[in-house]
Every structure is written in C-alpha cells, then in structure tokens.
C-alpha cells in the first residue's frame, strides 16, 4: 500500500510545506464596504422605463469603476442607480448614459440568453450570509436574465423568477425600471434589515464592464464583497406559493412499420394533465413539488456513437430537476477551481436515473410494445436555509411499474414488468462558519425497489445507499489559499446472481485473472465501497496552484441515483501556472498551466499518466484562443481487455487547440482543432469550424460541424473462451483495428419575436462509420503484443459468404453457431487443438437526425404556453464505410423516422396575492 501511496504522499507533503512557508507571512485585511440606502416609496412605482417617479429625481449610486477592457480605470459612460421598496416589493431603477444613444447594441433573446448586447446588472444577498444570492438583468431590448448566486463566485440560471422590467432608449442613453417582489428572495423576518448588493453595466460596443464593486481579476469572490443594502424596515417576507397547472397533448407520427406488427399502427394522440407548486416553509425554504410532470419541451438529446464499455454522461434539460440543482452539489464547494485529471469524481445526484428508459426484459417472445421512459408519478423537493448559514435540500420522486405489452404468434397479449416501482430520495445539507472561511456537510440518497416479479430480483438491485461527508477550510486569514475534502461509502443489496453480475460488470471487473487485490464472491448479497478526495487550491493572485488526491475503492457503486465513470482508482494531480490580467499592446489577457497526474489501482499497478501544458488568452482585437498539448506514457491499462487481465499502452502524444474571433461582429467565427497519436500507429484528429450569424438584432442563427477519424490498432472485439489459451488465463481477448470517421454538426436558430415571444430550432445531423479489420488476440499479458489471425501460430480467419451453421466439434452435432454472411471464422492455432470460433460482423455506419422546433410564448407572468415539434430518424445502410453526400442522402429520405407534435399550456397562480 505504501508503494502506491508514495507519489501522492511525497506530493502533499510538499504542497503543505510551501504552504506552510507562504501562509506564515499572510496579514490579515479588512474590507471595507460602501453602503446603498433604500427609501420607502410614497406613491405606487409604474414600472415603464421612464424615470418619473419622485424616488428616481434624487442623487443616485454613480461611482462605478471599470474592470474590462482597462481595470481600475474610470468608465467612459456615467451610471446612475437608485433603489427603493415598499410593502411588497423591492424597486431598482438606472439611467444609463450613453453620448451616442443610437449606438447601444439592443439584441432581443428569449430569457436567459447569452447575448452580445448592452445590458444591467443587479446581485442581492438577501440572506446576507456572504455566500448566496440572487441575480436579475436586463438587456438593453428589454430581454432579462436571472438566478442564484452560491458559493461566493458560481452561479447558475436555472431559477426563473417573477419579476417584472422595462427599458427605454432616449437621448442621454437608455433606462431600466425593474420591480423584484419579496416573494422572489429569501429572508427571515427583522425590524430592520441590511442585504448585501452591487450592480453592473456592459457596454457592448466597446467591451466595457463597470461596477459598483469592482472585485479585481486576480482576486476571488463575488457575493463576499457586495456592499450593504440599508434603509429596509418593517417589511415582512411574503407567504409563497405558487401553483402551475398545466395541460398537454401530443400526437406521434412514426413510419417505422413492421409487417404483423400490431403496436406499429404509425399514429399516438395521448394528453396528459398536472401540476407544479411552490410552498415556502417559512421565510427561507421552498418546497417544490410535481404531480404527473412533463418535459416535452425540452430539448432532445444528441445522438452519440458510445464504442466504450462506459455509460454516456447526458447533460440534465428538465425543469424540475435543473432548478436549485446547485443545493445538491457535493465535495467541491468553498474553491473557485476544482482540477482534475482522469479522475471522474462520482456524482452522488444525476437526476437522469430518474424517468429514464425501463432497463429490465420482456419474458415472452413476440413483438413488444416498450415505454419510452418511466413514468414519475410525483416529486417533491425541499430547497433553501435553516438559517443564514446551513443549507438544507432534500429530493424524494416515486417512479411507476412500467410494463411492456407483448404479443406472440398466437395473438395473445401479455404484460411483463420492465421496470418497477421505485423511490428515489437524497438529502444534502451543509453548515457554513465564519463567514464561509469554513464548512462541512452530509449527503445521503436511498434507492428503494418493488421487485414484485420473481424475474426481477436477479435484475436490480432491492435496495442501494450512499452517505458522504464534506467540507473545506481556509488556510490563512486572507482566503488565499482552502483545502477542500470528501468522503463517502456505499452499500447496494440485492440476491447473488444480482451482486455477482454487478461484481462482473464494467464499473469493477472483479473477474480480473490476474489481480490479487479483487476476487468474485458468488454468494455475496451485497456489495459495499468508499470513496474520497482533498484538495488545496490557490483562490485569487497571479500565480495559479492545484493539487489533489482522491480514491474510489473497487466496492464503491453509486450507479442506481449517481453516476460513475470507473472505480478501484487511486488519483493524484498537481496544477501551477501563471496568468497576466492587464493589457500588454498584444494581449488583452494570457495565461499558462503546466500539470501532471498518476493512477494506480488499490493493486499497486499505474494504470493512467499524464503531463500537461495548457494555454490561453484573448489579443487585443477581442480574438480568443485557448488550448493543450498533451503527453500519456505508457501503463498498465487494467480495464481494455473488458474483464481480462492489465495489457500495456503505448506511449501516447496529443494537442487541443480553439480559437475564436470579436463576439460583437455580425458574423463570429471559430474554429476546434483536436489530434493525436500513439506509438502503436494509431492516431486521430478532428476540426470543427463553426459560425454564428446575426442577421438582425432579434435573430442569431449558429452551425457548428465536426469532423474526426480515429484509428485504434488495438480496439477490443470480443472474450472468447478457450482452455488451450493457457497464456491468457484460459480465454482469447480478441481485439481489431477501427478505421472510425465521424461528421456531426449542431444547427441552431433563435428567432425571438419580443422578450416573451420566441421561437427556437435545433438539429443534430450524425454520420459515423466505422470499419474493422486485422483481427488478432492479446499475446501476453501485461504487453502490447499480439498473435495475428492469418500471419501467426497457423491461425486462420476467413469470412463468410453466405449463411450457414458452424459445427465446432464435428463429433458433437448437437452444438452449432449460426453463421451470417459478412460474420468471421477463426481458426485460432490451425492445429485443431482451439476450436474455431465467431467475430461477427461489426462495421457500422449508423446515421441519425435528431431535432425539435419550439415556440414558446410567456402570455402572462410566469404562465407559458409552448408549440413543439421533434423529429427523429435514422439509417443503418452501407456499413464500414462513409461518403458523405450518399449517407447525407439516405438519411434524409429515411423511411424510418418519427414526428411528434405537442402543445403545453401552463399557467402561474400567486393565491397570496388575490383579493377576495
């Protein structure tokens, strides 16, 4: 143990050494805050944009400072801010001057949009914990942004609150009213309060950024040195609850018709009805809940070509899961910067276990009509804070048995259960101290299962916990420097058969022949793990510093409501660089990491290695660039042979590199360049050169396509068992080389109408080909050698013309293999002493078109009505081989495809704010 701990060991010892030298010679600051007073207004504020009110006539906040494109200096346009209240609401209006009004880059984007335009800025720590917020913009068009603000610096989108504003455009530059109710922040009840706040202002044109609070580059935090909001009092946070009901119904168009098919009739019309809330539970918790939801709204996921023995990792697009998400986040809070390389840290919540497709089988053969997805029959969520400083969110949704209907040859129908009733629930909370210097919190998730069918017992696992510990504290009293921490164990039951597949399965390869440190327990009804991470990093100056160490025991299984790249890992990084804020005449901004990494596995063996440089910077003309060079020396690689023993690498040499031009243009450019290669003679490489155009102020229309070959010598096909393999622990591990090429592109339009009124369209085109050849199998382990079929010990290797049946044995006719045109037979050793066996025919050229259209309409404050069509289709043809304009034919004209329309209605209930 002590052999693979030596590289981290010796790393952290260090690390703590010059750390220890340079925290001695920390002082202690004290910040100083300015201070915005809030009036009570007298008569009721109209929310137009025009700056008429008697609030807005007084001496507002002008002293900004610029911190983009020249820091510290004075703007080039004045700012004024006022800020008032009442019983209800809180009031925040601006006068932003501009000396060419008909300058001002006005872009009109649907909520939330990233946009090249002018725009206003408001953050309020309502808790004033130092730590959370909340954040509202406006666009010089009137479109808006808003969110939460966590961690000191990080935010995230995904609330959308009810709140109104409105700008104008005038003479002297352009104006913003905006009314944000106390229903839309949260606070405890006081006499008199004090609220953390800054505002900010970009103008586009010219690249500026101005701030009330100017928190300079090579600093950190954000929520931590916002001013004090003052003047509030005898106000009382609102009762909250919201309601939206919402009504939906879709119609299926499918052409995917199989003859006797009778689930395959080519039209579905269903509709759906139910409803979200939002309750406070007091002043500072939400409870959100959902009863039947939908999310035919959202956007559909990309097709992708997955030839890994690893689960691809999908992006969460779901409203409900997506907003106060940042609650659950666990183990890399208090730092500004998390590294990690070939680490894949487990992910304790990945919502998308939730609803996702039913994964058990049919018990009967016929055609099978099987759901989409399972269905969530309710959600409940609590989000929020005990107190100022402790956090509390805690999930719990309840899935349905999902049952797939089955017809045999006979006609009678049968319901098998593919997946069963299930809860998922997590809970997270975490405790701040010292105003966010410190920290620890829990999290724990249980996956409860109804296995009500005996053939699903061996097929799930009955039940699955996780529970974690995490925290960070700062070393020195400047927040220079924080240590950060997790750990974590895991306990999944089920019957044997179920432990035993999950012990065999990709995640942990206990079967491994050649490693002492793992081995099968065939009667184990259960399978337990832990996990952990520390971290430190260097949070503000030029000089940049990372380093971490982390473990995942090979017992460690998070699968059923996380998600879990690999386990049995032992992962330490170091990260140091420099980065230049100011201008220099060439460079607006540049910086520089150097970084390395190792793996070992809990046997002792490196099984990963790395060394780093990476780039960046912006010139002065607003183009960007950023990129890597990369060097992996060979190791051991313990998870290739798919359960096998370890087999070598090769050394291995790779780069990134992206550049983009001036966002403001009309037309931006960019252009992703990505290759490699390894000294076995593989290689790959890669380019995407993408455009966006803004035809007008309200359209903005982007294509972004990529291009990639990737041939690997040593591509895994298949294990063969075979006891005269005696070299290879009693199996064949069959690899190929794979000729992949790829074109993918991702096509976007956004056409907003008004600020409320937009329409969006996305598709996804997919061409990957994929060609295998020079058939061989695993020498020796622990090597990169390889006995060749056709070249070495007499083997053979023909492929089929026809379909015929295999006898292996010729004294045994009784065991036979069915053998497909286009299939390989191999002849391992040709001396009759290994049977032959079959490769089949794995050359692939699968084609997909994946898109949906989505106009979507907010007709009244927080009620929306949405329009969608999806469309999907694809195309098998031609496989090994890619020719773009006949693939890109075949897959337009597809006969197996399928639209689905759909219209939602929502609509937003306030009941605390009717009269009766």
């Known amino acids: 143990m002590l052999k693979i701990l030596y590289f981290p060991i010796l790393l952290l010892l260090s690390t703590c050494f010059l750390f220890e030298v340079a925290v001695s010679n920390e002082l202690d600051t004290t910040l100083t805050r300015p201070t915005v007073v809030a009036l009570r207004v007298t008569n009721p504020v109209t929310i137009d944009g025009i700056l008429s009110e008697q609030e807005w006539q007084r001496s507002g906040i002008t002293s900004f400072t610029q911190r983009e494109p020249i820091e510290g200096s004075q703007p080039t346009q004045k700012t004024e801010v006022w800020v008032a209240y009442d019983d209800a609401a809180l009031y925040v209006a601006a006068r932003l001057y501009d000396s060419a009004p008909d300058s001002i880059i006005r872009r009109t984007g649907r909520r939330d949009s990233d946009l090249s335009s002018d725009w206003f800025y408001v953050g309020i720590d309502s ?198 998400s940042n609650f659950f986040d666990f183990g890399y809070g ?179 022949p050649d490693a002492d440190h793992v081995s099968i327990d065939p009667n184990a009804t259960s399978l337990s793990g832990y996990a952990g991470r520390v971290a430190i990093n260097k949070q503000k100056g030029n000089v940049r510093f990372n380093t971490a160490l982390g473990i995942i025991s090979p017992g460690f299984e998070s699968n059923d409501l996380g998600f879990l790249f690999r386990t049995d890992v032992i992962n330490a990084h170091i990260v140091i660089g420099y980065s230049w804020f100011q201008p220099d005449g060439l460079f607006r901004r540049k910086s520089f990491n150097v970084a390395t990494f190792r793996n070992y596995d809990f046997g002792g063996h490196k099984i990963s290695d790395g060394y780093f440089l990476f780039y960046g910077g912006q010139f002065m003309n607003y183009w960007s660039f950023d990129g890597n060079l990369v060097f992996n020396p060979a190791v051991l690689d313990n998870r290739n042979t798919r359960g096998g023993p370890m087999m070598k690498t090769t050394n291995a040499y790779g780069g990134f590199m992206y550049m983009s031009t001036d966002g403001r243009k009309d037309f931006v450019f960019n252009m992703e360049i990505d290759g490699g290669r390894s000294e076995s003679g593989g290689y790959r490489f890669g380019f995407g050169p993408g455009i966006e155009w803004k035809p007008s102020t309200n359209l903005n229309c982007r294509v972004s396509p990529w291009f990639f070959r990737d041939i690997t010598i040593a591509q895994w096909v298949t294990n063969q068992e075979d006891a005269t393999a005696t070299n290879t622990y009693g199996s064949r591990y069959v690899f190929a080389k794979l000729d992949q090429k790829e074109f993918s592109s991702s096509i976007r339009v956004d056409w907003t109408f008004t600020p409320k009124l937009s329409l969006q369209l996305y598709l996804q085109p997919l061409i990957s080909a994929g060609l295998y050849n020079e058939f061989k199998e695993l020498k020796q382990p622990g090597t990169y050698t390889f006995n060749r079929y056709g070249e070495d010990n007499g083997s053979t290797i023909s492929q089929a013309d026809h379909d015929y049946y295999l006898y292996p044995d010729p004294n045994d006719l009784t065991d036979s293999i069915k053998i497909s045109k286009g299939d390989y037979v191999v002849d391992a050793d040709g001396v009759g002493l290994s049977l032959p066996f079959k490769i089949s025919n794995l050359n692939f050229n699968f084609k997909s078109l994946r898109g949906n259209v989505v106009l979507r309409w907010e007709y009244l404050p927080g009620s929306t009505a949405y329009l969608v069509w999806t469309q999907s289709r694809t195309n098998l043809d031609n496989p090994g081989e890619l020719k773009f304009g006949r693939d890109f034919r075949r897959l337009l004209l597809a006969p197996d495809h399928e639209n689905v329309f759909l219209i939602k209605i929502a609509y937003w209930l306030n009941p605390s704010t009717l009269r009766f």
């Open 127 to 324: 808790y004033h914990d130092r730590r959370t917020g909340f954040f509202f913009g406006v666009y010089a068009s009137g479109s808006i942004v808003d969110g939460i603000l966590y961690n000191d610096s990080w935010d995230d989108d995904s609330w959308d609150g009810v709140w109104d504003a409105v700008t104008t455009v005038d003479d002297k530059g352009w104006t913003v009213e905006m009314r944000i109710p106390y229903s839309q922040l949260r606070f405890p009840k006081k006499d008199e309060y004090i609220w953390g706040v800054n505002f900010a202002r970009q103008i586009e044109r010219r690249k500026e950024e101005d701030y009330f609070v100017m928190v300079p580059k090579k600093e950190s935090g954000w929520v931590s040195r916002f001013a004090d909001l003052i003047g509030i009092r005898d106000i009382n946070p609102p009762p909250r609850i919201e309601i939206l009901p919402y009504a939906v119904s879709s119609f299926k168009e499918t052409n995917q018709f199989e003859r006797n098919n009778p689930f395959r009739d080519g039209t579905t019309f269903s509709g759906n009805t139910g409803a979200d809330f939002k309750i406070g539970l007091g002043s500072n918790l939400t409870l959100n809940a959902t009863i039947n939801p939908d999310f035919g709204q959202v956007e559909v996921d990309p097709a992708v070509v997955n030839l890994t023995q690893f689960e691809t990792f999908f992006e969460e697009k779901r409203p409900f899961f997506i907003e106060g």
């Open 334 to 512: 208090g730092a500004n910067n998390n590294w990690g390389f070939n680490w894949g840290s487990p992910n304790f919540f990945y919502s998308r276990r939730i609803g996702r497709p039913p994964r058990g089988s049919v018990q009967h053969d016929g055609y099978a009509d099987i759901p989409d997805g399972t269905t969530i029959l309710a959600a409940g969520k609590i989000t929020g804070k005990i107190k100022e400083s402790w956090s509390l969110a805690s999930l719990h949704a309840f899935t349905e048995r999902e049952y797939a209907q089955v017809e045999d040859s006979s006609g009678k129908r049968y319901d098998d259960v593919v997946e069963p009733f299930a809860s998922y629930n997590v809970i997270r909370s975490q405790r701040e101290f010292n105003q966010g210097r410190q920290a620890i919190g829990i999290i724990g998730t249980a996956v409860l299962r109804d296995l009500n069918q005996s053939y699903l017992v061996d097929n799930f696992n009955r039940r699955s916990y996780a529970l974690g510990i995490d925290g960070w504290t700062n070393l020195d009293s400047d927040q220079k420097y924080v240590i950060t921490g997790w750990f974590a164990g895991t306990r999944v039951k089920g019957t044997s058969k179920r432990i035993l597949t999950l012990q065999q399965s990709p995640l942990h390869y206990f079967q491994r």
